[in-house]
T-cell receptor, first 110, second 113 residues
Framework: EDKVVQSPLSLVVHEGDTVTLNCSYE??????LLWYKQEKKAPTFLFML????IEKKSGRLSSILDKKELFSILNITATQTGDSAVYLC??????????FGEGTQLTVNP | DVKVTQSSRYLVKRTGEKVFLECVQD?????MFWYRQDPGLGLRLIYF???????EKGDIPEGYSVSREKKERFSLILESASTNQTSMYLC????????????FGPGTRLLVL
């Protein structure tokens, strides 16, 4: 059975801090790993990673995948209150299904 | 932009009622999915469909059925709603290529009394 585990489950930081969110996985026939941000509505797509060691970056957010150790990290630098959300990690294995982790609830206080 | 819409944002139903949740996507995607999201459990796949009239069970199909009569529309049916089906229901769609991202609707928060 495919499994995705995120840590920590929740995190409270102050504006300006840097945070690292973790995602580890155990799946057969790995295809890609995806990160989503969910505020009080639909998850929105952030990154998709398919190759080890290649960093994907968008503004203050970046992510990297380690296919050997079966994990990914999502970094957010200089956090802002608008970064407060649930961050979801999902893995695509066989077919078109995604297996999601529980999510990390990030709260950024002013 | 991909648009996935769901028929209701909030719904209140009574135990035993039949409940229909509708999802429509406008990007001609082959795949459509229904998830439920509960605190501490993440998103769990209920059913998905990779073509019209085709469906496959996800991880938690019990108590649910689905219908896909047209490519753009995927319906989730609760034949006899129960209180443990109170949840946030999310619909998503994606192109046929494996490993691509899914695009989510805004969700329906269902309360079963």
């Amino acid at each position: 059975e495919d499994k995705v585990v995120q840590s920590p489950l929740s995190l409270v930081v102050h504006e300006g801090d840097t945070v690292t969110l973790n995602c580890s996985y155990e799946v057969t026939n790995f295809r890609s790993l995806l990160w989503y941000k969910q505020e009080k509505k639909a998850p929105t797509f952030l990154f998709m990673l398919t190759s080890s060691g290649i960093e994907k970056k968008s503004g203050r957010l970046s992510s990297i995948l380690d296919k050997k150790e079966l994990f990914s990290i999502l970094n957010i630098t200089a956090t802002q209150t608008g970064d407060s959300a649930v961050y979801l990690c999902a893995v695509s294995a066989s077919g078109s299904r995604l297996t999601f982790g529980e999510g990390t609830q990030l709260t950024v206080n002013p | 932009d991909v648009k996935v819409t769901q028929s209701s944002r909030y719904l209140v139903k009574r135990t035993g009622e039949k409940v229909f949740l509708e999802c429509v996507q406008d990007m001609d995607h082959e795949n459509m999915f229904w998830y439920r999201q509960d605190p501490g459990l993440g998103l769990r796949l209920i059913y998905f469909s990779y073509d019209v009239k085709m469906k496959e069970k996800g991880d938690i199909p019990e108590g649910y059925s689905v219908s896909r009569e047209k490519k753009e529309r995927f319906s989730l049916i609760l034949e006899s709603a129960s209180t443990n089906q109170t949840s946030m229901y999310l619909c998503a769609s994606s192109p046929i290529n494996p490993g691509t991202t899914q695009y989510f609707g805004p969700g329906t928060r269902l309360l079963v009394l």
